[in-house]
């Protein structure tokens, strides 16, 4: 049955355990984003393999995977809470310890005035230029969560910039300098700093272990065709694919059974296409349609079965109810928290 996504059982174990032997030789703790798979059971393997807690985006996530007994889970992003959402939240600080990003005053006293209490951690902009403070107001910030009643655990950054070639190390050494400038700012308000968290797939080798104390990639279980042109990761890295059959094949380019509702439509300006093809160094994807993957530069024909390497791990998972794990035999695994988006 194509299209379906699949995992390389093998690749998965050997990516999780290098980035936690990375974690354990930097003396930093691991905290990796879930959103990048919404699994249960990979999230597991991640905690057995060392990671100290996991991170996600959205409450739905947290519900999904404090349910299964993750007992320490961040909410990396500025939560706004309001009567729809404040009793789902309420909820998860009595079944898990739960932090959650703030990034405005007044998204603190949203917070104070629906979950009195939370722990939380100011959102600082380290170059990416999304959410977050600049890190000289991250003190006045944290004094304001503080004052409100807020338990303020540190501060936290995103280095999204990472993912452009050639700006990895640089996104890494703003990333330290600005957490520096934050933890300083804090600290100046007589508030204590435990938390110091950062980190991407693409910073993780240059993650700055002697300012950061956690860190928090995603994307380094899977890898993909991003991550292989930004040099993070080899071809034989890539842990997820996404198997598709050829319906066509013309003199000029090849159509696959797999489009933008398999391999998203993800696309940065500085890629060549919407993913690779295994095995097919010289074959490109210029163009999808909702089924269609048009195919070029390789030798196809009907009926051939091939493995795109996505552009985008994360949305794909997000499209699909269960990935395919080839671990000798091949087993379904659901993707638990897909679709929960809020």
Partial sequence: MTPRVVIDQSILRANIERMAAFARAAG????????????????????????????????????????????????????W?????????????DRTRLRVGIASAEGARQLVRHAPGVEVAVEVDSGHHRTGVSPSAAGELAAAAADAGLQVAGIFTFPGHSYRPGGMADAARQES???????????????????????STPTAASTDASVLTEFRPGVYLFNDAQQLLLGTCEAHDVALTVEATVVFSGSTHAVANAGSKMLGADRQDWTDGYGRIAGQPDARIPALSEHHA??????????DRIRILPNHVCTVVNLVDELWVENGTTDRMPVDARGRNG
């Fill in 177 to 199: 300098a600005a957490l520096a400038e934050a933890r300083a700012a804090v600290e100046a308000r007589d508030i204590d700093v435990r938390v110091i968290s950062g980190g």
């Fill in 28 to 79: 930093i703790a691991l905290r990796p984003h879930v959103k990048t798979h919404k699994s249960i059971g990979l999230a597991r393997m991640q905690v057995d393999a060392g990671a100290t807690g996991i991170t996600v985006a959205t409450i739905g996530e947290a519900e999904v995977f404090a349910a299964a007994g993750f007992d320490d889970i961040f909410v990396a992003y500025p939560l």
């Fill in 81 to 93: 809470v309001d009567e729809s959402n404040a009793e789902r939240l309420r909820a998860l600080m």
């Fill in 294 to 303: 048009t195919i070029t530069g390789a030798a196809l024909r009907e009926g």
